[in-house]
């Protein structure tokens, strides 16, 4: 999502974060989270400043890919992680 917005191409971007998001709510029954939230923002057509979507954004997709996987595990293997 990030390199498509770096490289102008800010709509595909944001068709990728709304792909994103359906399949969050469909397979997960969750919303993005704050930072991916935010990324989106930034990638809109409507962002005026490039240099948003730089290394702060790059730091905020990881931590929402960290968080989302927690959850996600959470969520899908809720007890894997209790001892046998």
Do not use: F, W
């Not at 595909?12 to 969050?24: C, F, S, W």
């Not at 409507?46 to 702060?56: D, G, R, V």
Request: net charge positive; with cysteine.
């Amino acid at each position: 999502m990030v390199a498509l917005a770096q490289a102008g191409r800010r709509l595909e971007a944001l068709d990728v974060y709304t792909r994103v998001r359906a399949t969050l709510i469909d397979e997960a029954g969750m919303e993005p989270g704050p930072g991916l939230r935010g990324c989106s923002r930034r990638c809109s057509p409507t962002t005026s400043s490039s240099k948003e979507l730089e290394l702060k954004t790059n730091t905020e997709i990881t931590r929402a890919i960290h968080a989302l996987t927690a959850e996600l595990h959470r969520r899908l293997l809720p007890d894997a992680d209790q001892p046998s």
